[in-house]
């Protein structure tokens, strides 16, 4: 067939067939980038509103849109610490802040400096004898900044290397966290960079001036072969990369990411993985900047892809990956064995020299046997997901990442307030809302700011409500209308928690009609067809999803968070006077003992009382129709906690709803099944469970 004059045309129409039924197409790349743009906004936002002055970046491929499903890649998500003043020239020294000179010397390997301290009162090296031990070194009368001081700002991640990893749940990726800090200029070595113009005149003169504008960043890792292991810190130019990235076609997108499945499926696993797919980025960069534009066709995929591998035969065959921007920086240096050099050039021979058959061979989302069958030489093989099921899996999770990240910051923001009083509380959350509210208005119509901030507000605004009504039922018992207005503004954070937190505080001041009437109105909102529970506080699997939740997820953007999820219900202990007192016990779960079996970064959600949304919101009614008198409605609400709680997979709080049944059920006089309960919520989790205590006072009752 490879003797057909249409045959690389034909098989280039065909890859892009198949890689656009996996979900690498226009709409999903843009949607890809889309959503961890927003996700990097909230995270910065949400520390710039808490007095912060850091960035957080998602760089990598799932910000590009340059992935797929079963390439499992992770996100790359840096944390600036932008409170340095990292600078190139002695012009760019600023007073009061503490200022690092970035140093190249003979020492120093090619894309890699060394930080030197500045006074902070005038542009002086800070002398030989005023350094921090365990964080500086003096090296040739100069006060050098060490690269292992910054790699655990990211607390409670695994480290590893320069990078802190978090492991992410299924149907979640995961994340490599690093440390890093900007500098406002552009780095010295990649001024030429700016100056060349390939025959594919790439990257434009207008995209040059924009990645001349983002600087740099300096990141805590040494070269493979540096002389100075410990000082040395790499120059990165990720904002730059990705701008270039951004402005890829589609063919160009798709190329990459044939050469990042072969990567994965030939290579990596017989040569020890010492090709990365940032060297198969850059070899995608110099052979779009090395050919005409009009050769990167749809039609032309196949031959473009023959081109990269045969540049990266040549850069393997050389030992040199010459950094896109930063030539002298050879990707390569250091990394590859004798044996691996061959066995790669071997590998990659083959392939290019079965003209595309090799690709039939890729495992990853069935990628080969679709080929197989869009080629029309299989007719048998059964796709394990359709192009609609594929797309619908991409889109839930960007959207079960994007409702992660909207907890997370929650999370983060009360983090410091779980043992605060209810006055503190009641003040650092009006500041926070002040200041969202004036940052707000400041920000363009239709910027991420803005839909990032739309998404921060409503938490707080319910947390707020709460906070001010506890406070107002232990005084007044009452709930004061400042209070219910900031419980309206956050009612729409998600399908149900803000409606919960206000029908919670309407029971506990005896309001019962409204309280009913705000559950009711949950209730309708919450289709049992469409909507998920969302818990981020802890690392535990989603076994299923619902396809009326993931067909959602995909007609949609991250607006569904707010129509298709169901976030944590979370009460800190100020908010106890809106807590009855079944959930009352959640905040005292954990004895001296248990305490110790606690993770200190991940585990404080246990000081507070936390709850799935669908388990509450049949509790709430339960004890509401049972303070109305409707024995009937009552009764109905039992049952479908017992239900909600035997079928629903993805609750992140099952224990806990399971003492909220017992305690129901001891209103029943049903000891026997409140014991079950009990011992049910038990097994899920042993320690820092209200379960002990409930379990305790049960059996004494019962004895006496």
């Not at 990567?263 to 990596?268: A, P, V």
């Not at 923001?413 to 926070?432: P, Q, R, T």
């Not at 976030?567 to 954990?590: A, D, H, N, T």
């Amino acid at each position: 067939m490879s003797q057909d004059p249409d045959y690389y045309w034909i098989v280039s129409l065909k890859l892009s067939e198949v890689l656009n039924d996996i979900g690498v197409d226009e709409r999903m790349i843009l949607k890809r980038r889309r959503m961890a743009l927003l996700r990097e906004t909230m995270q910065t936002c949400n520390h710039r509103l808490q007095g912060g002055n850091n960035s957080f970046y998602n760089f990598g491929s799932q910000s590009e849109g340059s992935t797929t499903i079963g390439l499992y890649s992770d996100t790359d998500l840096l944390f600036c610490l932008c409170e340095y003043n990292v600078i190139q020239d002695w012009g760019e020294w600023q007073p009061g802040r503490p200022n690092l000179l970035m140093i190249q010397d003979e020492t120093t390997s090619p894309g890699y400096c060394l930080l030197q301290w500045l006074r902070p009162d005038e542009p002086l090296p800070v002398p030989t004898d005023l350094f921090n031990h365990e964080t500086d070194r003096v090296s040739r009368g100069k006060v050098l900044l060490k690269n292992t001081c910054y790699r655990d700002a990211v607390a409670g991640s695994v480290i590893n290397g320069p990078a802190a990893s978090r492991q992410g749940r299924p149907g979640l990726v995961d994340q490599d966290i690093v440390s890093a800090f900007h500098c406002k200029s552009w780095p010295a070595e990649a001024q030429p960079w700016l100056l060349q113009q390939g025959i594919g005149r790439w990257p434009t003169e207008d995209m040059k001036r924009y990645c001349e504008t983002t600087g740099c960043f300096v990141v805590a890792v040494s070269s493979k072969n540096g002389q100075n292991e410990e000082l040395e810190w790499r120059i990165s130019t990720s904002h730059a990369e990705r701008c270039l990235m951004f402005n890829l076609n589609i063919t160009q997108l798709r190329c990459y990411i044939l050469m990042k499945m072969i990567l994965k499926t030939f290579i990596n696993p017989q040569c020890d993985g010492v090709l990365s797919s940032f060297m198969c980025k850059t070899v995608l960069f110099h052979c779009i900047q090395n050919k005409h534009s009009n050769n990167w066709m749809q039609s032309n995929l196949l031959p473009c892809l023959m081109c990269c591998l045969t540049v990266l035969q040549n850069f393997v065959r050389q030992e040199n990956c010459p950094h896109f921007v930063i030539p002298e920086n050879n990707l390569m240096s250091g990394r590859i064995s004798p044996h691996n050099k061959l066995r790669i050039l071997e590998i990659l021979q083959k392939i290019i020299q079965s003209k595309g058959r090799a690709l039939l061979e890729i495992p990853i989302d069935d990628f080969g046997p679709r080929l197989t069958v869009t080629m029309n030489m299989d007719e048998t093989f059964q796709y394990y997901q359709t192009p609609a099921q594929m797309y619908a899996h991409i889109s839930t999770s960007m959207l079960l990442n994007t409702a992660n990240t909207v907890i997370f910051c929650h999370m983060d923001f009360l983090g410091n307030m779980y043992h605060d009083g209810n006055a503190i509380v009641h003040e650092n959350v009006s500041n926070f809302m002040l200041t969202l509210t004036k940052m707000y208005k400041e920000v363009g119509f239709s910027s991420l700011e803005k839909s990032a901030l739309k998404f921060l507000a409503p938490l707080r605004s319910s947390s707020l409500g709460s906070v001010i009504a506890s406070h107002d039922i232990y005084t007044t018992h009452s709930i004061s209308p400042e209070a219910l207005g900031w419980f309206s503004a956050g009612l729409n954070s998600d399908v149900a928690s803000g409606r919960l937190k206000l029908a919670s505080a309407l029971y506990c001041v005896g309001d019962m009609e409204r309280a009913e009437l705000v559950l009711r109105n949950t209730g309708e909102k919450y289709d049992l067809n469409t909507v998920e529970s969302v818990c981020n506080c802890y690392e535990h699997p989603m076994y299923y999803l619902r396809p009326g939740f993931m067909h959602k997820c995909n007609t949609g953007n991250e607006e569904m968070v707010q129509h298709t999820t169901a976030l944590c219900v979370r009460f800190l202990p100020c908010e106890i006077g809106c807590v009855p007192k079944e959930l009352q016990y959640e905040m005292f779960r954990s004895t001296q003992e248990d305490r110790l079996e606690r993770n200190e970064c991940f585990d404080t959600w246990m000081d507070c009382a936390v709850v799935d949304c669908l388990p509450y919101l049949y509790f709430l009614q339960y004890k509401t129709y049972r303070a109305l008198q409707r024995v009937a409605d009552q009764q109905c609400a039992l049952t479908n906690l017992v239900t909600t709680i035997d079928s629903e997979q993805n609750l992140g709080h099952r224990e806990t709803a399971l003492n909220l049944l017992g305690q129901c059920m001891e209103q029943e006089n049903r000891h026997i099944d409140v014991l079950h309960c009990y011992i049910m919520s038990l097994n899920i989790r042993a320690r820092n469970n209200a379960a002990n205590f409930l379990i305790c006072r049960l059996l004494n009752e019962i004895v006496n």
